[in-house]
Nanobody
Framework: QVQLVESGGGLVQAGGSLTLSCAASGSIFSINAMGWYRQAPGKQRDVVAAITSGGSTNYADSVKDRFSISRDNAKNTMYLQMNSLKPEDTAVYYC??????????????WGKGTLVTVSS
């Protein structure tokens, strides 16, 4: 079994910063692409940022120049540094990863999410 566990969410004032972490554990052979998604109340889940196993990154236009995604492959952990937070960044943030176990094909896994609330 593979688990993704997010941490680091919380309440922050507009203009503040938070760092989210996503730790993968279990029967892991390799981790391919990883990404952060978010879902605000009443809205669909959208991608925020993604990172390949080689470290190439992509960001949603709404977070470019404010958020930074990174990963520590030795620790099977991904991070999202969020700066200059805005009230519209308020959402549940989910971790996603494409993980291959010892047997079978690679599969998508999701964490349970961590809530980020930005007050104005």
């Amino acid at each position: 079994q593979v688990q993704l566990v997010e941490s680091g969410g919380g309440l922050v004032q507009a203009g503040g910063s938070l760092t989210l972490s996503c730790a993968a554990s279990g029967s892991i052979f390799s981790i391919n692409a990883m990404g952060w998604y978010r879902q605000a109340p009443g809205k669909q889940r959208d991608v925020v940022a993604a990172i390949t196993s080689g470290g190439s990154t992509n960001y949603a236009d709404s977070v470019k120049d404010r958020f930074s995604i990174s990963r520590d492959n030795a620790k099977n952990t991904m991070y999202l540094q969020m700066n200059s937070l805005k009230p519209e960044d308020t959402a549940v943030y989910y971790c996603n990863a494409i993980i291959k176990g010892p047997y079978g094909p690679a599969m998508h896994y999701w964490g349970k999410g961590t809530l980020v609330t930005v007050s104005s």
